[in-house]
């Protein structure tokens, strides 16, 4: 089985002023990309995962990276590298998105065993590792592989999309 990424970061802004003669713009845009072949090493991925999930009034998601998630052809999937990782809190949240700080086996190569992320209502994050980057984020199964997504209140669950695409070695 082969795969084929493209990930992609994009920002623009565009300032204007209004002058005597006319006015002054001033266009900022930030923007990385990267397009993955199929295989393991620099450049390459092997692996992905999406899913739309539901979390509880004050629960957590703790997504195994090494062999408890299912691909879209049921298969377990192992990853020993992460190279992107995207999550999207819906728009209808009423509580925020909170991702990292798992307690058990904290997969702590991007965030750190305790770092964390909040999205509020309808925000995003991503992170790709570069194509030339050969070690990316690293899953160590058993003691560093749980990705920790969690609702940050009470009364209400909260809705997410996520889509991790990684190697296997």
Same mark, same amino acid.
């Given at each position: ?5 493209? &990930? ?40 992905? /995962? ?14 195994? &990276? ?40 904290? /997969?702590?190569?991007?965030?750190? =065993? ?14 790709? =590792? ?38 296997? =070695?």
């Amino acid at each position: 089985m082969s795969l084929a990424s493209s &990930l992609a970061l994009s920002a623009f802004a565009e300032q204007t002023n209004a002058l005597d003669l006319g006015s002054a713009k001033a266009p900022f845009r930030l923007q990385r990309s990267v397009t993955l072949g199929s295989g393991t090493g620099a450049g390459k991925a092997d692996r992905v /995962w999406s899913d739309r999930r539901t979390i509880a009034a004050s629960g957590a998601d703790d997504l195994d &990276l090494a062999g408890v998630l299912v691909d879209a052809f049921g298969s377990a999937i192992t990853f020993a590298r992460i190279k992107g990782l995207f999550i999207a809190a819906a728009e209808e949240n009423t509580n925020n998105v909170v991702i990292g700080a798992d307690a058990t086996s904290p /997969w702590a190569t991007l965030l750190n =065993a305790t770092g964390t992320v909040v999205l509020r209502p309808g925000a995003a994050c991503g992170f790709m =590792a570069g194509g030339a980057d050969a070690t990316a984020y690293a899953v160590t199964a058993g003691t560093g592989d749980v990705l920790q997504v969690a609702n940050s209140g009470a009364g209400t669950p909260v809705d997410y999309d996520i889509l991790i695409i990684g190697a296997s =070695a």
